[in-house]
């Protein structure tokens, strides 16, 4: 017996959501979650030439108002939007147009488990691309204690279904 | 460290670099990177065992790289690493310990044509202000160019 997947017009197996079905107000809880490792963040941090102490000085971020070092937001977000892929854009996104809005409420730390939910706030047809659609997303995170650590609206370019085959 | 050229470079002109904590995660890139596998450097048990160390300690040319790594080359100025003598690691740097480097202008010898050697004093010291790692460092530095 075959698990009968959901596929593109091209056969590939996809695990996203295509236009039709990301309407307004849906929320997707993603379900893989990720603790943050420090290797997380001292790899991020290096790879992206960010000297700042607040991420890699311990020392420095002892004496600071968090009393332990931050983990790089820009990791953050990149993490947010990787969490989503999954249930939301795995073969139905073509390319991420922008990022509004985004906000980091609480820092993360070291140790921190994430999870995220989006929610889609606008889909509209693209006037010049028939078979594609143009969604603006919420992605929220969450830390293990339920406090809202980042948030951002994201905007992309989706597919529509497949026109024929296996939906 | 080399912040102007070698014009207004004199004996004696002191720097003090940004600071960086060593982690676990650098330890073990590092190690993966080089090749470098020693026990002392990547295993628990074994460097909880070792009565001189007790834990895991950086490898010594992770300390003297992540040093290099800390200090200021102005690109226009720095025109090759040249070498280091004496190097010496004076006493093992662990994971946890932050770093940071003061160097010491200890001779400015110019060349024929035009660029010059200078001699740094190189001493990476942990938070404690703990010397680590100390070298004599040499770097060919260029003369400001003309007009």
Known sequence: MVFQQKRDAEGRVVS????????????????????????DNVMFTTMTMNPAAAHLDADY????????????????????????????????????????????????????????????????????????????????????????????RRTGLIRRAPSQGAS | ??????????????????????????LVQFAMITGDWHPIHTDKEYAAADPRFGQRIAHGAL????GLGLVEFWPPAMKAFYGLDTLRFVAPTVIGD????????????????????????????????EPRCVADLKALVARKPEG
């Not at chain 1, 693209?126 to 339920?146: C, L, M, Y």
């Open chain 1, 16 to 39: 996203g959501l295509w236009f039709e079905e990301l309407t307004e107000g849906l929320v997707v809880e993603h379900a893989i979650r990720r603790t943050v490792t420090e290797t």
């Open chain 1, 61 to 152: 971020a002892k004496g600071t108002e968090f009393g332990q070092v931050l983990v790089n937001s820009m990791f953050t977000v990149a993490l947010v939007v990787g969490l989503s892929v999954p249930e939301l854009t795995h073969g139905t996104i073509l390319a991420q147009l922008g990022m509004d809005d985004v906000t980091f409420p609480k820092p993360v730390f070291v140790g921190d488990t994430i999870r995220v939910e989006s929610e889609v706030v606008s889909a509209r047809a693209s006037k010049s691309r028939p078979t594609q659609g143009i969604v603006v997303f919420e992605h929220r995170a969450h830390n293990q204690r339920d406090e809202l650590v980042c948030q951002a």
């Open chain 2, 1 to 26: 460290m080399i912040t102007t050229y070698l014009d207004d470079i004199r004996v004696g002109d002191t720097s003090v670099s940004r600071a960086r904590t060593i982690t676990e995660t650098d």
């Open chain 2, 63 to 66: 300390v003297i790289s992540f």
């Open chain 2, 98 to 129: 932050t770093v940071r480097v003061e160097t010491e202008v200890l001779d400015v010898a110019a060349r024929p044509d035009g660029d010059g050697v200078v001699t740094y004093r190189f001493v990476v010291l942990n938070h404690r202000d």
